[in-house]
C-alpha cells in the first residue's frame, strides 16, 4: 500500500498523516455506531467496551486498510523489517464539544487514529516525554 500523505517530525518522533485515505462504508459506520459504549470522565466522550473492534467481520476493510498503512509506515518510513501486529482497536464517540483529556498509550509502538465521520475538530500532541517514553 502507498503512503499518500505528509509525514512530520515531531521530537524525533515521526508522525505520519492523510487526509480522506479511505472512505467508510454506511455499513461498517452502522456497526461502529451501534456497538456498546460507556461513558468516560469526560464530558461528550464515549469509549466502546470492546479494545478489538477490527476483529469483526462487518469492519474487514477498514481493518484491512489500518494495517495496510501501519505496515507501509514501518517499511517504508521507519524502515524496520520486523513483523508488527494489532493489538488492541476500539472506537470512540465524540459528543458536541465533547473531548479527549491529555493521556499516554503505555506500551505501544505505533498509535494510530483513523476519523470515520468528523466534521471538524483537532489532534494534539503532548511531547514533555522522550519518543522512547
Known amino acids: 500500500m502507498d503512503l499518500k500523505g505528509q509525514l512530520i517530525n515531531l521530537k524525533a518522533i515521526p508522525i505520519y498523516y492523510e487526509n480522506n485515505s479511505y472512505q467508510i462504508t454506511q455499513k461498517e459506520l452502522n456497526f461502529i455506531k451501534k456497538i456498546k459504549y460507556y461513558e468516560a470522565r469526560e464530558r461528550g466522550l464515549f469509549i466502546s467496551n470492546s479494545v478489538s473492534l477490527l ?12 494495517i495496510g498503512k ?4 514501518v517499511k517504508k518510513i521507519l524502515e524496520i523489517k ?5 493489538t488492541q482497536s476500539w ?3 465524540n459528543k458536541l464539544n465533547g473531548y ?7 506500551n505501544t509502538f505505533i ?3 483513523y476519523y470515520a465521520q468528523a466534521e ?3 489532534l494534539y500532541f503532548d511531547v514533555r516525554r522522550s519518543s522512547l517514553q
Open 55 to 66: 476483529e469483526n467481520k462487518e469492519v474487514k476493510g477498514l481493518k484491512k486498510f489500518i
Open 70 to 73: 501501519t505496515e507501509s509506515y
Open 82 to 86: 520486523n513483523k508488527i501486529y494489532l
Open 91 to 93: 472506537s470512540t464517540l
Open 100 to 106: 479527549h483529556s491529555v493521556h499516554y498509550h503505555p
Open 111 to 113: 498509535s494510530l487514529v
Open 120 to 122: 471538524a475538530g483537532g
